[in-house]
Nanobody, 120 residues
C-alpha cells in the first residue's frame, strides 16, 4: 500500500513558477514509477509527466515539455514537479500517481490533488 500526499500548489501569475511535491509512504517507493497528471474544470484528467523508479527516464506531455521538470528523491520518498513559465492553461488540480510500472490513467495509487491556479 502506498499513500501519496501532494503539496506546493497555489496561485501564481502567468510566467511564474511553482514546485509541487508528492510525499509517499511505504518502503517500496523507490521501486515505483511515478507520474503527475492534471485535471482542469470540465476536462478529463491528462498526463503531465512521468519518471522511472531510478529517475533515469523521464517523459513529458508536449504541452509542458521544456517548461516542467519531474524529479525524485528516493531517500526522501518524494517526487517533484518544477513548473516554470506557467500559463493560464496550466490551471488545474494536479495529482501524483504511483505504480510498479507507468500505466497512464490506470496507475494504481493516487494522491488527493493540489490546486494550481495561474492568473493572466
Amino acid at each position: 500500500q502506498v499513500q501519496l500526499v501532494e503539496s506546493g500548489g497555489g496561485l501564481v501569475q502567468a510566467g511564474g513558477s511553482l514546485r509541487l511535491s508528492c510525499a509517499a509512504s511505504g518502503r517500496t517507493f523507490s521501486s515505483y514509477a511515478m507520474g503527475w497528471f492534471r485535471q482542469a474544470p470540465g476536462k478529463e484528467r491528462e498526463f503531465v509527466a512521468a519518471i522511472s523508479w531510478s529517475g533515469g527516464s523521464t517523459y513529458y506531455a508536449d504541452s509542458v515539455k521544456g517548461r516542467f521538470t519531474i524529479s525524485r528523491d528516493n531517500a526522501k520518498n518524494t517526487v517533484y514537479l518544477q513548473m516554470n513559465s506557467l500559463k493560464p492553461e496550466d490551471t488545474a488540480v494536479y495529482y501524483c500517481a504511483a505504480d510498479a510500472s507507468f500505466s497512464g490513467s490506470q496507475m494504481r495509487y493516487w494522491g488527493q490533488g493540489t490546486q494550481v491556479t495561474v492568473s493572466s
